[in-house]
């Protein structure tokens, strides 16, 4: 079975501050793991996704994050955030090919100036 | 390249109406889902298609949700009866198919069930 823990439903950052959301997953598989973003009344928005080319994967708006199979971890960062960053995170995993994705809790993302 | 359409966006009704929510994938996007997304929470799963089959409806309630996808392009997802605890957040979302392909979300229809 497939599962994902955000291991903090919420986070408070300064604008300009590094922003750490973390996830950690289960699999019985090798797995696929992505970042969704969703603001307030919008849909949800890819940031970034794993897929075993690479172990530190660049998305948009400056986001990253690390896949870490010792850790069963795949933790979201950026530098430096923006107001805009404020939204919902989701971490989300997929096991097997032709299956969904299983999305974790999410994490809130507050910026303040 | 046109994305998930979906409607309505919101949607009020009384328990035990019933309602109906429909999806317009990604045109050639064989795979498609609807979840649920309860205040607070991430999205759950409901239903995933393949083409018109479905693939896994594990967590479909049954007794009261049903969904189709005759032609293997829009769906509808049904709910009768509603009830209060059906007021969620309903995403439709479309795959091209392939373990590491990402999904790409509709804007939901927000359910609200008094």
């Known amino acids: 079975a497939q599962s994902v823990t955000q291991l903090d439903s919420h986070v408070s950052v300064s604008e300009g501050t590094p922003v750490l959301l973390r996830c950690n997953y289960s699999?019985?598989?090798?797995?696929?793991l992505f970042w969704y973003v969703q603001h307030p009344n919008k849909g949800l928005q890819l940031l970034l996704k794993?897929?075993?080319?690479?172990?530190l994967v660049k998305g948009i708006n400056g986001f990253e994050a690390e896949f870490k199979k010792s850790e069963t971890s795949f933790h979201l960062t950026k530098p430096s955030a923006h107001m805009s960053d404020a939204a919902e995170y989701f971490c989300v995993v997929r096991g097997q090919a032709g299956t969904a994705l299983i999305f974790g809790k999410g994490t809130t993302l507050s910026v303040s100036s | 390249e046109a994305g998930v359409a979906q409607s309505p966006r919101y949607k009020i009704i009384e328990k035990r109406q019933s309602v109906a929510f429909w999806c317009n994938p990604i045109?050639?996007?064989?795979?498609l889902y609807w979840y649920q997304q309860i205040l607070g929470q991430g999205p759950k799963l409901l239903i995933q298609f393949q083409n018109n089959g479905v693939v896994d409806d594990s967590q479909l309630p049954k007794d009261r949700f049903s969904a189709e996808r005759l032609k293997g392009v829009d769906s509808t997802l049904k709910i009768q009866p509603a009830k209060l605890e059906d007021s969620a957040v309903y995403l439709c979302?479309?795959?091209?198919?392939?373990?590491?392909?990402?999904?790409?979300f509709g804007q939901g229809t927000r359910l609200t069930v008094v």
């Open positions: 699999s019985s598989y090798s797995p696929s």
């Open positions: 794993y897929t075993s080319a690479a172990t």
């Open positions: 045109s050639g996007h064989a795979t």
């Open positions: 979302a479309s795959n091209i198919g392939g373990k590491n392909t990402e999904a790409f």
